[in-house]
């Protein structure tokens, strides 16, 4: 989702989702059958508007990461009980 890319901790944003973007539309029903949170049904065909806080963030691991290497921490290519426990 591209409002959310970078984003600061604590920073709001609003993200607006087009209904072509949206739910499918279900020629069986007048409106979705989805409720917010408010308890009001959303019709089809709604434009939808999401308020985001960015609470916290964590880094992913790199691509290259050597999770063995990080663990080996003695360097002897091998992994013992002292090590998997950290």
């Known amino acids: 989702m591209y409002s959310?890319?970078?984003?600061?901790v604590g920073e709001k944003r609003v993200a607006m989702i087009p209904h072509l973007f949206?739910?499918?539309d279900?020629?069986?029903l007048d409106s979705l059958q989805l409720v917010s949170g408010r308890g009001v049904s959303i019709p089809k065909d709604t434009d939808?508007?999401?308020e985001i806080e960015l609470q916290s963030?964590?880094?992913p691991p790199s691509k290259?990461?050597?999770f063995f290497r990080e663990m080996d921490s003695n360097f002897d290519n091998?992994?013992?009980p002292k090590e998997m426990e950290r």
Do not use: K
């Open 4 to 8: 959310v890319e970078g984003m600061c």
């Open 22 to 24: 949206g739910w499918e």
């Open 26 to 28: 279900h020629q069986h």
């Open 48 to 50: 939808l508007e999401f």
């Open 57 to 59: 963030f964590v880094d």
């Open 64 to 66: 290259n990461a050597n």
């Open 78 to 80: 091998f992994i013992d």
